[in-house]
């Protein structure tokens, strides 16, 4: 008898502070992924799907972003820009808010 299956992983890769399309408020979003992996008894082998989300904490809104987008979003934490002093620059990357209008 063999045994298989599937299992979803949710990995947290940031908390962000963006302006939601929904309710409008800048508020924190967690950056997620989500992973399905194909598993064989038990064992997870090879992931089947990846999916991205942002989900707003003020009021739940929950959207699918693609990778693209999400690791636009990552990137600035990365690598912030430096100023002359080693401070970095205030203010958010433009382009880089899938929420902004």
Do not use: D
């Not at 967690?30 to 038990?42: H, M, N």
């Not at 739940?60 to 990365?78: F, H, N, R």
């Amino acid at each position: 008898m063999i045994i298989f299956g599937t299992r979803s992983y949710l990995y947290q890769l940031a908390m962000l502070t963006l302006v939601c399309g929904n309710c409008g408020n800048p508020s924190a979003h967690g950056v997620r992924k989500y992973v399905t992996k194909f598993t064989l008894f038990f064992i997870p082998l090879f992931p089947i799907s990846t999916r991205y989300r942002t989900q707003c904490t003020f009021c739940g809104l929950e959207q699918q972003i693609t990778k693209e987008q999400a690791e636009g979003l990552l990137a600035p934490q990365a690598s912030p820009q430096q100023a002359y002093g080693g401070q970095a620059q205030p203010g958010p990357v433009q382009g880089q808010n899938p929420y902004q209008r």
